[in-house]
């Protein structure tokens, strides 16, 4: 019976759980539709903050909301999986521009791993942050790998990747306009290889063209990442920063 009790238990947390996660996710996406598609209310950054809220006025730790919503993220392989479905049907634009894309991607993947270094070393942070802010333009699983691997904190790291995808997602459109940067194409990579899934799924919106290039600009990037972290990290070491 107690066996069974606990079965039950986590069953309902994760109903409840999985169902105040869409639900404001449905309600924050009106609004952000009815807003006229702010960009502050992206549903990612409002629904955020109401789910914060509600745990922190029920006294929920939020370990306990990450364990219920274990189903929610079974799904997200396989939903990333499916970007490729997209990107088979623009392979041969692809074949036609593999290299200035991953020149691109490149020179993205540094940018963003020495700006989240730089930026926590200016504010004094330690070794440890540095290293788990290292990979916040990533994906959110390969991130946290990755972090841990050269001595970050996953949590710390899946944070960064959060926040950097919303503050993204926020700042790119009135950056790229100012830039003067009109193709859609040449937009969507961008959100591809910055904000990662966010960027992606911002880029579908768009156009499936948009999002089969900002898919294969957050896979390359992933790779990048992970591959170079770990040079990051030794050249730190023999520098001695942190």
């Known amino acids: 019976m107690p066996d069974f009790l606990t079965s039950a238990h986590a069953l309902w947390s994760s109903v409840l759980a999985i169902g105040l996660t869409a639900v404001v996710y449905l309600a924050g996406r009106?609004?952000?539709?009815?807003?006229?598609?702010?960009?502050v209310l992206i549903p990612v950054l409002t629904g955020s903050a109401v789910v914060i809220a509600v745990l922190m006025f029920s006294g929920t730790p939020?370990?306990?909301?990450?364990?219920?919503?274990?189903?929610?993220?079974?799904?997200?392989g396989p939903a990333i999986v499916a970007l490729a479905v997209p990107l088979y049907?623009?392979?041969?634009?692809?074949?036609?521009?593999?290299?200035?894309?991953?020149?691109?991607?490149?020179?993205?993947?540094?940018?963003?791993?020495?700006?989240?270094?730089?930026?926590?070393?200016?504010?004094?942070?330690?070794?440890?942050?540095?290293?788990?802010?290292?990979p916040k333009s990533a994906t959110m699983p390969i991130a946290m790998i990755a972090a841990e691997r050269i001595g970050g904190v996953a949590s710390l790291a899946g944070v960064s990747v959060a926040?950097?995808?919303?503050?993204?997602?926020?700042?790119?459109?009135?950056?790229?306009?100012?830039?003067?940067?009109?193709?859609?194409?040449?937009?969507?990579?961008?959100?591809?290889?910055?904000?990662?899934?966010?960027?992606?799924?911002?880029?579908?919106?768009?156009?499936?063209?948009?999002?089969?290039?900002?898919?294969?600009?957050?896979?390359?990037?992933g790779i990048l990442t992970a591959l170079l972290l770990p040079m990051m990290a030794h050249a730190m070491h023999v520098m001695g920063v942190g």
């Not at 009106?30 to 960009?39: L, N």
């Not at 939020?62 to 997200?76: D, I, K, M, N, S």
């Not at 799924?201 to 600009?217: C, I, W």
Request: aromatic share 8%; charged share 15%.
């Open 62 to 76: 939020y370990p306990v909301y990450f364990e219920a919503t274990g189903p929610l993220r079974l799904v997200l």
């Open 163 to 221: 926040v950097t995808g919303i503050l993204v997602l926020i700042f790119a459109n009135p950056l790229l306009d100012l830039l003067r940067v009109r193709d859609p194409i040449v937009r969507a990579f961008s959100l591809g290889t910055a904000a990662h899934a966010l960027g992606t799924a911002k880029s579908l919106q768009v156009s499936e063209a948009a999002g089969a290039f900002a898919a294969m600009a957050m896979g390359l990037n």
């Open 30 to 39: 009106a609004v952000y539709r009815k807003s006229g598609f702010a960009p």
């Open 89 to 134: 049907g623009q392979l041969e634009r692809l074949r036609k521009m593999w290299l200035p894309l991953c020149v691109a991607v490149l020179a993205g993947s540094v940018t963003a791993i020495v700006s989240g270094v730089a930026l926590a070393g200016m504010f004094g942070a330690s070794r440890e942050m540095m290293l788990s802010l290292a």
